[in-house]
């Protein structure tokens, strides 16, 4: 019911985004970078929801250089925008495209990591796609004056639902992130 109001927003945002928000900003990105502090393991291959106009993808893929992204928004103007954004030297590991992290068309067990920024969680699917040991990161910018932002609470009774292991919670930059890790057995 919210889909397509949801898409519809962020599609007439995109053109004006990023000079509105400055999504690059340090103290944006700082819930996420710090997250990512906390991996056991560099991931290879990352899923990051919601990138929006893809500051999040940039900063994964900087940080992680052996590491393959994949980048998706449900907005198609948001995601025009992130293509024009993704720097020479990061195009041949940034994939973007327009997809419902409700709905991932993506085999069970793709990615090490998703992780996503500011919007609404998906444990199902997050949990679907991640391999075993993989982690998922659910980080907000601004806390819990994010918009969608998700309470502690919520997601560790979502994670364990779905299989996935609350092992982290912590604050940086004006916000906060959660971290868990899939807890199933088997191989990578």
Same mark, same amino acid.
């Given at each position: 019911?919210?889909?397509?109001?949801?898409?519809?927003?962020?599609?007439?945002?995109?053109?004006?985004?990023?000079?509105?928000?400055? *999504?690059?900003?340090?103290?944006?990105?700082?819930?996420?970078?710090?997250?990512?502090?906390?991996?056991?393991?560099?991931?290879?291959?990352?899923?990051?929801?919601?990138?929006?106009?893809?500051?999040?993808?940039?900063?994964?893929?900087?940080?992680?250089?052996?590491?393959?992204?994949?980048?998706?928004? &449900?907005?198609?103007?948001?995601?025009?925008?992130?293509?024009?954004?993704?720097?020479?030297? &990061?195009?041949?590991?940034?994939?973007?495209?327009?997809?419902?992290?409700?709905?991932?068309?993506?085999?069970?067990?793709?990615?090490?990591?998703?992780?996503?920024?500011?919007?609404?969680?998906?444990?199902?699917?997050?949990?679907?796609?991640?391999? *075993?040991?993989?982690?998922?990161?659910?980080?907000?910018? &601004?806390?819990?004056?994010?918009?969608?932002?998700?309470?502690?609470? &919520?997601?560790?009774?979502?994670?364990?639902?779905?299989?996935?292991? *609350?092992?982290?919670?912590?604050?940086?930059?004006?916000?906060?992130?959660?971290?868990?890790?899939?807890?199933?057995?088997?191989?990578?």
């Amino acid at each position: 019911m919210l889909r397509r109001p949801t898409q519809r927003f962020w599609e007439r945002s995109a053109a004006s985004w990023d000079q509105r928000i400055e *999504p690059d900003r340090a103290a944006h990105l700082a819930p996420l970078s710090d997250a990512c502090d906390r991996l056991d393991a560099e991931p290879q291959s990352i899923l990051e929801l919601g990138t929006g106009t893809g500051a999040g993808s940039r900063m994964l893929a900087r940080r992680f250089p052996a590491a393959r992204i994949r980048a998706i928004d &449900l907005s198609s103007e948001m995601i025009d925008v992130a293509r024009r954004n993704v720097p020479p030297e &990061l195009a041949d590991r940034i994939e973007l495209e327009v997809a419902d992290a409700a709905a991932l068309s993506y085999e069970d067990q793709t990615f090490d990591l998703v992780a996503q920024l500011n919007m609404p969680v998906y444990l199902g699917e997050a949990a679907r796609v991640l391999r *075993p040991g993989g982690h998922l990161i659910v980080a907000s910018s &601004l806390g819990s004056a994010t918009p969608y932002y998700t309470p502690e609470a &919520l997601l560790r009774k979502g994670c364990r639902r779905h299989g996935l292991e *609350p092992t982290g919670t912590g604050e940086a930059g004006g916000g906060n992130w959660f971290l868990a890790r899939n807890a199933q057995r088997g191989a990578a």
